[in-house]
């Protein structure tokens, strides 16, 4: 039953995550230009729309992205980019459905660094969505592995939601599927020995391997524990299932 219980929720899910299956470190097919001036006058930030009117520019059916340089010639950010063109749009509307909202095209503007966003928008985040102005700032995490997707997943989540999510909530669902091990019912329960605690932690404020790995493990666990209704639910509510972590 775990097994068909995690199938169910990866069928559930995994659409929302379009973004995040294979990095594709090749030409995506998309048109890419320079960005003007007009195009990006109203980015959020300290320094004003002109920071970014040197960054390549490309386009989606929902989405305008912007990055630098630094993003197009870096193998790993360039393989996250693709990954963005090719998914974004189904995962945002996958998203949209799960939350009810309306679908809204926005500006994406994409960082080399945690540095580099706090630089230019004066927020020390991975990640943060300006609904008024239809933007959404990330801050690529430049590294492979199970949570290459999680810094821009996490940030789209939030955009169909139309509001600011619990952090685990975030983190945890833009690392699902990222092909973590599976591992056994007792290291289960060693790893998810603090995962009551991770509702307060300040996740978005900067990579934690650690914490990032125990917010997957927690979704997971939900899906096994109380199947894939459940976890659409915490995706919805923001509240979590009452864990027993007594084993007999």
Same mark, same amino acid.
């Given at each position: ?22 990095? +594709? ?21 300290? $320094? ?6 040197? &960054?390549? +520019? #490309? ?57 580099? !966003?706090?630089?230019?928008? =004066?927020?020390?985040?991975? &990640? ?8 959404? +700032? ?26 600011? !999510? ?36 300040? $996740? ?6 650690? $914490?990032?790995?125990?917010? #997957? ?9 109380? =199947?894939?209704?459940? $976890? ?17």
């Amino acid at each position: 039953m775990r097994g068909l219980s995690t199938l169910l929720v990866l069928i559930l899910v995994t659409a929302a995550l379009g973004c995040v299956l294979t990095p +594709h470190p090749t030409a995506t097919g998309h048109s890419e230009s320079m960005a003007t001036s007009s195009q990006a006058p109203g980015a959020t930030g300290r $320094l004003g729309g002109w920071v970014y009117r040197n &960054w390549y +520019h #490309n386009s989606t059916k929902y989405f305008e992205i912007y990055y630098p340089k630094e993003v197009r010639d870096d193998p790993v950010l360039q393989s996250k980019l693709n990954m963005l063109l090719l998914g974004a749009d189904s995962a945002y509307a996958s998203y949209a459905r799960l939350f009810g909202t309306k679908l809204q095209k926005a500006k994406i503007y994409l960082y080399p660094s945690e540095k580099a !966003l706090e630089n230019i928008t =004066g927020r020390k985040v991975l &990640w943060f969505v300006d609904y008024k102005k239809k933007e959404i +700032h990330v801050a690529l995490i430049n590294e492979t592995g199970v949570y290459s997707i999680l810094d821009v997943d996490a940030a789209l989540l939030e955009y169909a939601a139309g509001r600011k !999510l619990p952090d685990f909530i975030a983190v945890g669902f833009g690392a699902m599927d990222a092909g973590r091990t599976p591992v056994g019912p007792r290291e289960k329960r060693e790893r998810y020995v603090s995962l009551d605690k991770l509702e307060s932690p300040n $996740l978005r404020g900067g990579y934690n391997a650690t $914490l990032f790995a125990e917010t #997957n493990d927690l979704m997971e666990y939900i899906a096994d524990e109380y =199947g894939p209704l459940a $976890l659409v639910e915490v995706l919805k509510t923001g509240g979590i299932p009452k864990i027993n972590w007594v084993t007999s």
